[in-house]
């Protein structure tokens, strides 16, 4: 029997696999900077104090700013009603069983909303610190939140996400010496995967902290928008 | 685990990838991931085999080529790669580095047809 060889042929394609999904955050992006919407996709294990925190800064940015909130979340409304005490526009993206959001479902939820009358936009991912680490939301900043109580070696157990994050709060800091914080070790740990990271401590039992976190993100709004005048 | 919808954006991409290519058959997905990316290996090749029944890969094999870390060194001024992904410091002289060269892909690189085309070689892809 003759052996029919078949000629193999391998073309090279050299393709991101989430193209489809980056093509459309650049797009979200750009459309944020047009209208002048300031996107900050907060990532956290579930428990991390992300809808606390989200809370205080909707309510204390809202006082100056058109503030909004995606929330999204695994089946429950209860994180929706509670940020909508807060006054803001607040959409919940159910996820079903995805565990993290996608552009696609952020600009799906965008839909009705007058983004010329929103300066920030936070996007508050669904708890889990390795899925959401993969899609770009068309975000300007990428924020990981950690808990005191997490553990110093909690950022090295999830390199990913932390080094594709821009900054890092530390969330519960008035819990931190009753829960045997290790400040130096925490940092360390946050520097060894994501060199020269900003971090911020935080809590809002106490306020402790929150000023100036929120005064970094007027300041990356700021950034932000000369950087947009110069297009 | 988000492998699944991974494996779905793969498939999907290759599809189109061959259809534009004129690749018949892919019998062969060429894949590189890097230890950054996020993805876990085995759930994607898991996924992947659930995802790929019914449609036109069907029967394909997946191939991966994990992709360490590389950094820039600012000292050394050299790139290196990382025997893992962490700590970020140059292996050599031990400073921080943020600067990732590599490491965070997650890219459809390659796929091989069992056919041959009408008349035509290797050629490159459509940009
Ligand atoms: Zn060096």
Redesign the pocket.
């Known amino acids: 029997m003759q052996e029919v060889t078949l000629n193999p042929r391998i073309v090279e394609i050299r393709q991101n696999i989430l193209k489809k999904n980056d093509v459309l955050a650049r797009e979200l992006r750009k459309g944020f900077q047009e209208a002048g919407v300031y996107v900050i996709n907060l990532v956290s294990s579930p428990g991390a104090g992300k809808t606390t925190l989200l809370t205080e800064m909707l309510t204390r940015l809202g006082e100056r700013y058109g503030v909004a909130a995606l929330v999204g979340d695994l089946a429950t409304e209860n994180d929706a009603e509670r940020l909508r005490l807060s006054g803001a526009q607040v959409r919940q993206i159910t996820t079903g069983t995805v565990c993290h959001l996608d552009a696609e479902m952020v600009k799906r939820n965008l839909e009705g909303w007058d983004l010329e009358a929103i300066d920030f936009l936070f996007i508050e991912n669904v708890g889990n610190l390795v899925c959401p680490a993969s899609y770009d939301l068309g975000e300007n900043q990428r924020v990981v939140l950690f808990s005191v109580t997490e553990g110093e070696d909690k950022p090295v157990k999830y390199p990913t996400i932390v080094n594709s994050a821009d900054t890092a709060v530390i969330t519960k800091i008035d819990l931190a010496e009753a829960v045997g914080f290790q400040r130096e070790c925490f940092y360390e740990a946050l520097n060894e995967v994501r060199p020269g990271i900003p971090i911020f401590e935080v809590s809002v039992r106490t306020g402790e902290g929150i000023e100036e976190w929120i005064a970094h993100l007027e300041a990356g709004k700021a950034a932000f928008e000369k950087a947009a005048g110069c297009l | 685990m988000h492998e699944l919808s991974i494996a779905h954006s793969l498939v999907e991409l290759a599809i189109e990838a061959a259809e534009k290519t004129g690749t018949k058959r892919v019998k062969t997905l060429y894949l590189k991931l890097g230890v950054l990316s996020g993805v876990v290996k085995e759930a994607l090749e898991f996924s992947f085999d659930v995802v790929v029944q019914g449609t036109p890969l069907e029967g394909a094999r997946l191939v991966i080529e994990d992709i360490p870390v590389k950094v820039f ?1 600012p ?2 001024k ?1 790139a ?1 790669i990382l025997p893992e992904p962490f700590p970020m410091r ?1 292996p ?4 921080r580095t943020g600067q990732v060269l590599e490491g965070r892909e997650m890219e459809l690189y390659a796929l091989e047809g069992g056919e041959e085309d009408a008349g035509s070689d290797v050629k490159p892809p459509d940009r």
């Open positions: 060194c000292d050394c050299q290196h140059c050599v002289c031990k400073r």
